[in-house]
């Protein structure tokens, strides 16, 4: 009798112990599926310390690349180049830097992280020297952000974007002249202030549906005409320019709806405000437009 109960105790045992190895094989096979298909997170705040210094070349080429993210650039009177902060929840989005004496990249890769929205998305806080000449590249995911270029040295702007919302600000004037000025969106909400004092050559917009507010604040720095050249999708637009600005509207497109408030028709489907001058430098745009509405305003 007593040996019966022993042979069932290391049945027992034995069986227990089967039963926990199972447990735990399933639970790493779990894990490793989850790692494979990009569903298991890293767990915890990961900071990313940003210092850049200062560059000898006369002009830095920068290129900042990002998905999904809460995204914040300030101009800043500092002799650093760039410093600030990336902020990210997950192990596998651990930046990116190339730092070279004339280029600069700063990225994270999200492609191919599958998971939730809130997995990938990351918190960028960075501050760009004002005594620093840049050409700046900036490459974005569905993200919401502010940028304000405000008394920034830029050359060049390139900005592409997916899905997203935020604002572009011009505060104060650029101290070079902007070659390009180059913004592409997807389907977003966004506001540009203080163009004007981007001061650039040539602005080309391309928007997808949204809304969009364009304005063009500040005032034309040299003897030549600028022109701007916008193109959208089903959306809202404003158009925001100086009242004491020479400018020039000129409609293209699908329109369907126009308010040009104190503009006035100056041909077929070309506005003109009351201090346009042909003869003056003048700020031309030039709008393509599908089905939307469009509204004109004077600041």
């Excluded at 070349?57 to 002799?79: I, K």
């Excluded at 540009?192 to 981007?198: E, F, I, K, R």
């Excluded at 003897?223 to 000129?250: E, F, K, M, N």
């Amino acid at each position: 009798m007593k040996r019966v109960r022993l042979l069932i105790v290391a049945f027992l045992v034995l069986a227990l112990l089967l039963l926990l190895g199972c447990a735990g094989r399933n639970a790493g096979n779990s894990r490793n599926e989850d790692e494979k298909s990009g569903s298991w997170e890293q767990r915890g705040r990961m900071v990313e310390e940003i210092a850049i210094a200062a560059k000898s070349a006369d002009t830095v080429r920068m290129d900042l690349r990002f998905g999904a993210a809460e995204f914040r650039l300030r101009p800043a009177n500092m002799s650093p180049l760039a410093e600030g902060q990336i902020v990210y929840y997950d192990h596998r989005l651990v930046p990116e830097i190339i730092d070279d004496n004339n280029y600069v990249k700063i990225s994270q890769e999200t492609s191919g992280i599958a998971g939730s929205l809130d997995n990938v998305k990351t918190e960028w806080n960075l501050n760009l020297s004002t005594r620093q000449v840049l050409e700046l590249s900036i490459s974005a995911g569905a993200f919401d952000g502010e940028f304000d270029f405000s008394g920034l040295q830029l050359t060049s702007l390139s900005m592409a974007t997916g899905a997203a919302e935020g604002k572009v600000i011009f505060n104060k004037r650029n101290p070079q002249k902007m070659r390009r000025f180059d913004f592409s969106t997807g389907a977003s909400s966004f506001k540009l202030s203080g163009l004007l004092n981007a001061d650039f050559e040539h602005l080309d917009f391309k928007g997808g549906a949204g809304s969009y507010t364009l304005d063009f604040g500040g005032s034309l720095q040299h003897d030549d005409s600028v022109q701007a050249d916008i193109s959208v999708g089903v959306c809202d637009l404003t158009i925001i320019v100086p009242h004491d600005v020479s400018t020039r509207v000129v409609m293209k497109g699908a329109l369907t709806s126009i308010s040009p408030g104190s503009f006035l028709v100056a041909g077929s489907r070309e506005y003109v405000n009351g201090a346009y001058n042909s003869a003056k430098p003048t700020l031309e745009i030039i709008i393509n437009m599908s089905v939307g509405s469009l509204d004109l305003k004077e600041s």
